[in-house]
């Protein structure tokens, strides 16, 4: 069965730094999300892409914040400089969006740990 | 605006009792509800969901859910619980006939399982 897969499953980083995470969203899906999951709250939604550009973002994607989609497979989250509060772990999905009711499909998340 | 609450954060249980994980929603317009499951060190994964319909809906592996327009509500509930079932619980709404729509979860639930 086809899944969404991420890369790298951890990732360590010191404060300022920029990072890139990365995603593979199922094949033949046409909507791309990035959500993230502080330690003890809530999954919170940061960003959706559709047709090569974000269709809704949240207000905790800001500047810092960016996403691509550079090839055909991959869907990246970049964070340019890096703060203590944006570790967490942060969850690529994808769905197919061709029907009225379109299922959301998860990766395994990356863990960012920001020193 | 739409927003999702999961009374209870821990819900220990023993092997084959019955078990009922509480999800209420707000919403001001239609929605659709998922539930989703997070095993330990994995991705969240579809458990069932509610699009339309008849109100009971169920999954592959014995879980069911209720949508109570009334109440705003949509436990889930299994009437014998397993080991394996030992997991985290996200209840989720997205807005209806929005294709490519975030999904807003609740606290998530943590199912511990005994024997």
């Known amino acids: 069965e086809p899944e969404v897969t991420q890369t790298p499953s951890h990732q360590v980083t010191q404060m300022g730094q920029e990072v890139i995470l990365r995603c593979v969203p199922i094949?033949?899906?046409?909507?791309f999300y990035w959500y993230r999951q502080i330690l003890g709250q809530k999954v919170e939604f940061l960003v959706s892409f559709y047709n090569n550009e974000i269709s809704e973002k949240s207000e905790i994607f800001d500047d810092q914040f960016s996403v691509e989609r550079p090839d055909g497979s991959n869907f990246t989250l970049k964070i340019r400089s890096t703060k203590l509060e944006d570790s967490a772990m942060y969850f690529c999905?994808?769905?197919?969006?061709?029907?009225?009711?379109?299922?959301?499909?998860f990766g395994p998340g990356t863990r960012l740990t920001v020193l | 605006a739409q927003s999702v609450t999961q009374l209870d954060s821990q819900v220990p249980v023993f092997e084959e009792a019955p078990v009922e994980l509480r999800c209420n929603y707000s919403s001001s317009v239609s929605v659709y509800l998922f539930w989703y499951v997070q095993y330990p060190n994995q991705g969240l994964q579809l458990l069932l969901k509610?699009?339309?319909?008849?109100?009971l809906v169920e999954s592959i592996n014995g879980f069911e859910a209720e949508f109570n327009k009334s109440q705003t509500s949509f436990h889930l509930r299994k009437p014998s619980v397993h080991i394996s079932d030992t997991a985290e619980y996200f209840c989720?709404?997205?807005?209806?006939?929005?294709?490519?729509?975030?999904?807003?979860f609740g606290q998530g639930t943590e199912l511990s399982v005994k024997p």
């Open positions: 999905a994808s769905s197919p969006g061709q029907e009225w009711a379109d299922t959301q499909y």
């Open positions: 989720a709404v997205r807005r209806s006939y929005n294709q490519g729509g975030k999904l807003i």
């Open positions: 509610y699009l339309s319909g008849s109100t």
């Open positions: 094949s033949n899906h046409l909507y």
